[in-house]
């Protein structure tokens, strides 16, 4: 890490480059405005015993004031906004109401007689310790959600409001776009800045499935998180360069470099308009292989933004998010009739389009409270299909609802972390039931409605004959699948090196999974990170996938990628790259794929 001091001795700043996390693609330049944490600037005092309950009454109103303000939000959301904002407003209103945040802070002042925002930070500290032993990549990125809501209402406490400069008119050198450098920067604080000219961030923490990284995709905003030091570094106005595709950071770059990369963001801006004019072309390789393009959901108001994209349908309908997003009532399991409306508005809106829903996948990692007891090693745990089995009078409400759904357009059920034959068999016995008990009562659903696995674990894509006698369809979810293989996970910045889609064992479940489904007549979706990733594209079509489920703001550029794709020159080199187990052979043998 560079010598901060060195760095400010003048006028004219040395540059520096930081390393982090690359969340959202594309390049911005810009001037940096830091957001800098109310935590940082808390008093610790002693409160006298008779103005003990003023001091609680001082934090239940700084509390009530964020409801407030998270409710104005809401209501304030443009209509173009990306669903996430919303679902994750919720969240944050529904963290708020949590007795973990609303009252244990109240107990620290009575029993300890803290000023309120030392007990807020205490709290706080103490949940984001539990957080820290948790495994989960997911589940342990939540803890940055409470540190967001903890900073909402102690800059109320301390009477400080997000720094948000004025609207600025242009793009020059007095008056350049603007560079978010923060800690960490929540989804609601990022609608501050949606009229200014607001063109990247980057935060000290995050991974890529922390909220912030979920909307500046949305966004589509160049994004850098993990960065570790970048709001102590980098200084107000500081001119920076943000590379979202290689997770790079430049601060007070040279004239000559400062050229190259907006030479680089220029071509970008052509190559993205040039992408526009694809929407409505067949995604067929240059020998006339046909390829499905799906998109991955949160909410049914994404799928406009997948049609929009041009996707042949919905390939991962994430229904937790209709489970974790609620209001600040702190409701959190939907009814029935919640969700059925919310996955017919899906399959209506999909127009006649696949949409396939996966069942909730939560659980001890991912627990629908993210307050409750989590178990030692939960993703190891009782989560996903293990947590539903478990579970059998939620399960059974969702199925009914994804299958009343079924009558109002073309629905498939995914089933996620399936890993042996009786998990199987139980799940099918389960969605027969469900299918009894609408019968029952004479409503409507799709009787032949297919139902697929997700193949995330190792053990399933080395049992996979049991999988494709039972199942209608396979989708590989590869960040668990890379995950579990490599022991490795990636929002660890001690082991993110380690964590690599080419490592050979990888590859060899993914093919083994394609091969399978190819042998069985059956169709082979891969719906995790690496459908999106344009540099793997030719790579899974030279395995023989043909069918890809990515966020929609990808699927442009990997239709580009598919277009140019020559199946008769690029199977052959693959398998050569399938039979090597020297990494740096598959890496290089991947980059020259590009060039065919």
């Known amino acids: 890490m560079p010598d901060v001091g060195r760095y400010r001795s003048g006028p004219s700043m040395a540059s520096f480059t930081l390393h982090g996390i690359p969340v959202s693609r594309g390049i911005s330049i810009g001037r940096a405005h830091l957001l800098t944490p109310a935590a940082l600037d808390v008093k610790h005092y002693l409160v006298p015993q008779e103005q003990v309950e003023a001091e609680v009454k001082r934090l239940q ?9 998270l409710q104005e939000l809401w209501t304030d959301l443009p209509k173009d906004a990306p669903t996430e904002l919303g679902a994750f407003i919720d969240v944050h209103a529904l963290i708020l109401s949590d007795p973990l945040i609303s009252e244990a802070p109240l107990d620290i002042i009575r029993m300890r007689h803290y000023n309120a925002e030392w007990a807020l930070v205490t709290q706080i500290d103490e949940l984001s310790a539990q957080f820290d032993e948790i495994e989960d990549e997911y589940l342990r990125e939540r803890k940055q959600d409470i540190q967001q809501v903890a900073e909402r209402v102690l800059k109320v406490l301390m009477g400080t409001a997000l720094s948000v400069p004025p609207i600025l008119g242009g793009d020059d050198d007095y008056h350049p776009q603007m560079i978010v450098v923060a800690h960490d920067i929540s989804p609601a604080d990022m609608l501050a800045f949606r009229d200014r000219s607001f063109i990247g961030f980057v935060t000290d923490v995050g991974g890529q499935n922390s909220h912030t990284a979920i909307v500046a995709r949305s966004l589509d905003i160049p994004a850098a998180v993990g960065m570790s030091q970048a709001s102590r570094l980098v200084e107000q106005d500081d001119w920076i360069i943000v590379d979202g595709d290689a997770g790079v950071v430049i601060c007070n770059p040279s004239q000559l470099v400062l050229e190259q990369y907006r030479a680089r963001q220029a071509a970008l801006g052509k190559a993205r308009k040039r992408l526009l004019k694809l929407k409505k072309t067949p995604a067929v390789t240059k020998d006339g292989t046909a390829i499905r393009l799906l998109a991955n959901i949160e909410l049914p108001d994404d799928c406009p ?40 508005r899906a399959v209506v809106a999909m127009k006649g389009r696949p949409v396939t829903i996966r069942t909730l996948d939560v659980g001890a990692d991912k627990p629908l409270d993210p307050t409750e007891h989590t178990a030692l090693n939960p993703a190891l745990g009782l989560r996903a299909i293990r947590y539903c089995l478990a579970e059998p009078q939620l399960f059974l409400t969702q199925l009914r609802a994804i299958l009343r759904a079924s009558a109002f357009g073309k629905v498939r059920i995914l089933i996620p972390m399936l890993a042996h034959a009786f998990e199987i068999d139980q799940t099918l016995n389960m969605i027969e039931q469900a299918k009894a008990q609408l019968r029952e009562q004479n409503i409507k659903y799709d009787p032949e409605v297919e139902v697929g696995a997700m193949i995330e674990i190792p053990a399933a894509a080395l049992a996979l004959p049991m999988f494709v006698k039972r199942m209608d369809f396979l989708s590989i979810g590869t960040n668990d699948l890379i995950q ?27 093919g083994m999974t394609i091969a399978a489904g190819q042998k069985a ?10 459908a999106g990733d344009i540099k793997l594209t030719r790579l899974l079509l030279g395995m023989g996938l043909r069918e890809f489920s990515m966020h929609p703001a990808q699927l442009l550029a990997v239709k580009q990628e598919i277009l140019g794709a020559d199946l008769a020159r690029i199977v052959p080199r693959m398998r050569r790259i399938m039979r090597s187990m020297e990494p740096n052979e598959i890496a290089e043998a991947v980059e020259q794929l590009q060039l065919i």
Request: with cysteine.
């Open 521 to 530: 007549g059956i169709d082979v979706a891969v719906c995790g990170e690496m």
């Open 484 to 510: 579990y293989t490599l022991a490795i996970d990636r929002v660890d910045y001690e082991v993110a090196h380690l964590y690599n889609p080419l490592h050979p064992a990888v590859l060899q479940l993914i």
């Open 305 to 344: 933004h997948a049609l929009e994209a041009g996707a042949n349908g919905v390939g991962l309908f994430r229904s937790e998010f209709l489970f974790m997003a609620r209001g600040a009532d702190g409701l959190k399991i939907p009814s029935e009739d919640e969700q059925f409306e919310q996955y017919r």
């Open 61 to 69: 109103d700084a509390i009530a004031a964020v409801h407030r303000n």
